[in-house]
């Protein structure tokens, strides 16, 4: 929780990439998002990674990233690096370090355990620097202004934001309930799933009890603010695209472009290595 709040606060640092148009950011987050599905290479893949730890330092953000991927990247990687290969059958004629019963441990298992494991790093890398760089509020403002544009109300943008605007205020409640649990004995932690998954049930009922309350503070809150009187709103902030921000696009759409010709010629894919 205190790292997604922290994160939260970096985005609203300034810096010539949180500078740039939230749009933009957005677009280029979901360039980089489909390229460790296009490319399996584990050469680009680790090319596209590095790309963004250097961004990551001309965003002024590369120290606390840096700290939260060092701790999360053995978390999400490190099982499929050393589960793959013991799973992994390939083909007849692959070197085999071990071949028994369902355990297939070969040098072919082993890359491709390391290019499953560098999708994941990558993909995160991208989704961690864009939410490190990207104020929420100015993600729905900006989508907000241009869904109005086309006809499309705010509330859409606004329920997005508003999920993950509260998302860590909820996850405290839960921890501030089963802690409260805890001091009356209850042992939340212990027994099998199914015992633990009864014991969860009492946790739940108080968990949407604030849920609620909290809906209808925001509903009171839009409510006295006249939120939906009119059709069209008004923006605190106006976005506008400029050169910086079809620049960043273009960036995150040649990423995307060259993993496609290179998955188009044979080269994007960790076969080329076996």
Known sequence: MTAVLNMLEIAKARSPIHDLDPRAKALWWLFLIVCPIVATNPIILLALTIWIWLMAIVAGISKNMYQLLIVTYPVMVGFIILTWPF?????????????????????????????????????????????????????????????????????????????????????????????????RAVELEQGGLWQRMR??????????????????????????????????????IHHVMGAKDLLFIVLGAVALGLCIYFRLTGLGGVEVFL
Do not use: N
């Open 87 to 183: 799973f992994y059958q390939g083909q007849p004629d692959d070197h085999h370090l071990l071949d028994w019963a369902f355990l297939h441990i070969s040098v072919e298992g082993i890359l491709y355990s390391i290019a499953m494991g560098l999708r994941i790093v990558m993909a995160l890398t991208a989704c961690t620097f864009f939410v490190m760089v990207t104020d929420l509020m100015d993600l729905a403002g900006a989508f907000g202004e241009l869904l109005q544009k086309v006809g499309i109300s705010y509330t859409f943008p606004l329920m997005i934001l508003s999920t993950f605007k509260f998302l860590p205020e909820v996850s405290g409640d839960f921890t501030i309930i089963q802690e409260a649990f805890k001091a």
């Open 199 to 236: 014991k969860l049930a009492p946790v739940a009922v108080p968990l949407f009890d604030i849920m609620l309350r909290h809906a209808s503070s925001i509903a009171i809150a839009l409510e006295l603010k006249a939120f939906g009187a009119k059709k069209e709103r008004t923006f605190y």
